[in-house]
């Protein structure tokens, strides 16, 4: 086996950063900058703060799949819950389903 031989040779030396580089004078402050009367700011509206009227209370489901062995299909069950936890009433669930699905393919059902 031959033997392997490595030179001795130095590292490449690093560069040098000078960390007092930058001085007081050469720095600014971004608020020297600022403009009060910048004429491209955008400022809040009153239509932007919540009030009660533009709040739209949530509801959340929740939806069970079983398959029908007779029809052969899928069935989806969905339990509506208002934002309280109180659940909803049949036509508050209508609400959230299309007009063309309701009373035609989505019917109420007790789930088994």
Do not use: C
Request: aromatic share 8%.
């Amino acid at each position: 086996m031959d033997d392997l031989h490595i030179e001795d040779t130095p590292a490449p030396a690093a560069p040098v950063v000078d960390e007092d580089d930058d001085t007081e004078e050469d720095m600014t402050d971004d608020e020297d900058n600022v403009e009060d009367n910048d004429p491209a700011e955008v400022k809040p509206s009153q239509e932007d703060k919540p009030t009660d009227s533009n709040i739209v209370p949530s509801r959340s489901y929740n939806l069970y799949i079983t398959y029908d062995r007779y029809y052969q299909t899928p069935r989806m069950w969905l339990f509506g819950y208002k934002e309280d936890g109180q659940p909803l009433s049949i036509e508050e669930t209508y609400e959230d389903i299309s007009s063309d699905h309701v009373k035609k393919t989505v019917t109420q059902e007790n789930h088994p």
